[in-house]
């Protein structure tokens, strides 16, 4: 989780794609950017884990 949340904001300081592009004009402007966790994976091994957090950042996106 913590290694998404990076991508993430790495992405926002550098903004590579429009979506943190947005982003970072927010945060230039005073807006805070911040992040919440919307799901939990049952998985227990990293792999299982990866595989279901992919699947479900899908879901949530569409």
Excluded: C, N, W
């Excluded at 790495?10 to 799901?39: C, M, N, P, W």
């Amino acid at each position: 989780m913590m290694r998404r949340v990076a991508e993430h904001y790495v992405g926002i300081q550098k903004e590579t794609e429009k979506k943190y592009r947005i982003l970072s004009e927010a945060h230039r402007k005073g807006h805070s950017v911040t992040f919440d966790v919307l799901y939990d994976a049952k998985g227990k091994r990293y792999a299982e884990i990866e595989e279901e957090i992919g699947s479900k950042e899908g879901e949530l996106i569409r």
